[in-house]
């Protein structure tokens, strides 16, 4: 079974600074894919970043970067340069590859952004 | 491009009734997904379709149920509502099961 942990209560971060969200998960599969997705308050769920458990380098994207140690078994989502907008739940989630393609998501951490 | 659509946005019903909720994937896109989304419990995954077929189902049950269609948009369907029924239910759709899965909107299906 497969299990991701978002412990984090909610961050608070100055607009500009960088902020890290947390992620471990315990899977036993070789081969998965871990996710972060973000929620804004209207609800629907935009993907943001992919890091693949045989990908030699962290994976970016924009202001987001997966800073993905695999031997800890965690997938940190870093933001840069916060923006208001950022402001929004985030969920971490993984898939391991085969027959069974759904996603497992952790709870959450919420995250504001201060002018 | 389309995202993708999921219809109605706002859905409410009373205990016993049944409710089907509508989504249409991405252009291209064969694997659709639904998710429930209920306050406290985070997100569940519910069923999984690709090319017609159901592939996989989390551990709901059989009162949720669904379908493809050969246009590959999906209908959930929900028998014999229950008050705990009243979450947030999420679409995704990928374009194989092996790619990241992009979301719709959301039904809110309130049970009263």
């Known amino acids: 079974a497969q299990k991701i942990t978002q412990t984090q209560p909610g961050m608070f971060v100055q607009e500009k600074e960088a902020v890290t969200l947390d992620c471990t998960y315990d899977t036993s599969d070789p081969s998965y894919g871990l996710f972060w997705y973000k929620q804004p308050s209207s609800g629907e769920m935009i993907f943001l970043i992919y890091?693949?458990?045989?990908?030699?380098q962290n994976a970016t994207e924009g202001r987001y970067s997966l800073n993905f140690q695999k031997a800890r078994k965690s997938a940190n989502l870093v933001i840069s340069a916060s923006q208001l907008g950022d402001s929004a739940m985030y969920f971490c989630?993984?898939?391991?590859?085969?027959?069974?393609?759904?996603?497992?998501f952790g709870k959450g951490i919420t995250l504001s952004v201060r002018p | 491009e389309a995202g993708v659509t999921q219809s109605p946005t706002h859905l409410i019903k009373t205990r016993g009734q049944q409710a089907t909720l509508r989504c249409s994937p991405i252009?291209?896109?064969?694997?659709v997904y639904w998710y429930q989304q209920a306050l406290g419990l985070g997100l569940q995954f519910l069923l999984w379709?690709?090319?017609?077929?159901?592939?996989n189902r989390g551990n709901f049950p059989p009162r949720f149920s669904g379908r493809q269609f050969p246009n590959y948009s999906s209908e959930l369907n929900v028998n014999a509502l229950e008050l705990e029924d009243s979450a947030l239910y999420l679409c995704a759709s990928s374009w194989t099961a092996y790619n990241e899965q992009f979301f719709g909107p959301g039904t809110r299906l309130t049970v009263l």
């Open positions: 379709y690709d090319e017609g077929e159901e592939r």
């Open positions: 989630a993984m898939r391991v590859t085969g027959a069974n393609s759904k996603l497992t």
């Open positions: 890091q693949g458990s045989y990908d030699q």
């Open positions: 252009s291209g896109h064969t694997s």
